[in-house]
């Protein structure tokens, strides 16, 4: 069995990707294992904590990866919510998947001191998603932050927001730092097997989804098949339709390095 990872940043499609691939039969992806508010890192925390054990972030990354109990466990939490929910149910046996894998945050492998894992697990292959326009990650989180709404199978009709000017610079300026540290980490990842996908690329039109995921099947050495994720981009395009005080919004971003995503 092969093992992957999408290596991202916050509000930058990593849920749609990761719901894609699992949508393959011989895929599997658990998702952020390292977040703090999911119930297996919040188990081995508590268990640290607690000094019930004694193994590192690196022993639970690679129990993650290797173990039949935690892949079966993952099964069938998400058969549970899949009957819950009125879902087609897909439970999947460990012999059946090619590729398993997890989905993260550059961010959380820092802060958790797990780098190391990443850099010494060469047969990890890295599918790296990113996006160019931090402005609209930045809408994107502000969004998230408001309605709680990760992501959405249904359209979602919003309410205009209003952006505090200087907070919203401030996380331009944050988002600027973590862009630069993410290529020094991914420099430190040039012997795995490594695809690139900007999200501006990926989600152009729904050709361009299908074709980047192919790619990504192709990557993972799986059968490239037609599928997409039923996620619906939340946001409009248009800043106006998204920002109470439009003209202050442009006028702050007006000669600044920001004011390219504002296209």
Not at 141 to 164: A, C, N, P, R, W
Request: aromatic share 16%; with cysteine; proline share 2%.
């Amino acid at each position: 069995m092969n093992h992957h990872i999408i290596l991202t940043s916050g509000r930058s499609g990593s849920n749609y990707l990761a719901n894609t691939l699992n949508l393959h039969s011989q895929v599997v992806n658990y998702g952020e294992i390292l977040a703090s508010m999911i119930n297996p890192y919040k188990l081995y925390d508590r268990c640290k904590k607690y000094k019930l054990c004694n193994y590192s972030v690196n022993d639970y990354l690679n129990f993650a990866y290797t173990s039949k109990t935690f892949f079966y466990s993952a099964q069938f939490h998400s058969t549970y919510y899949r009957f819950k929910n009125k879902k087609p149910k897909s439970f999947k046996t460990w012999k059946k998947i090619s590729t398993l894998g997890t989905k993260d945050f550059f961010l959380n492998y820092y802060k958790k001191n797990a780098l190391d894992f990443l850099i010494s697990n060469e047969d990890i292959s890295i599918i790296y998603l990113y996006r160019d326009n931090m402005l609209r990650r930045y809408m994107s989180g502000m969004f998230l932050k408001k309605t709680g709404i990760i992501y959405s199978e249904k359209d979602v009709k919003i309410q205009k927001i209003h952006i505090d000017l200087e907070e919203m610079i401030n996380y331009l300026d944050i988002f600027v730092k973590e862009a630069e540290n993410e290529k020094i980490i991914l420099d430190k990842l040039k012997n795995h097997n490594l695809i690139s996908i900007k999200y501006e690329n990926y989600f152009k039109n729904p050709k361009s989804i299908l074709d980047h995921n192919k790619q990504v099947f192709n990557f993972l050495e799986v059968e490239p098949i037609e599928l997409t994720s039923s996620h619906k981009k939340i946001l409009p395009k248009g800043w106006d339709e998204q920002i109470e005080n439009y003209d202050e919004f442009c006028a702050c971003l007006a000669n600044t390095k920001y004011q390219q995503y504002l296209d």
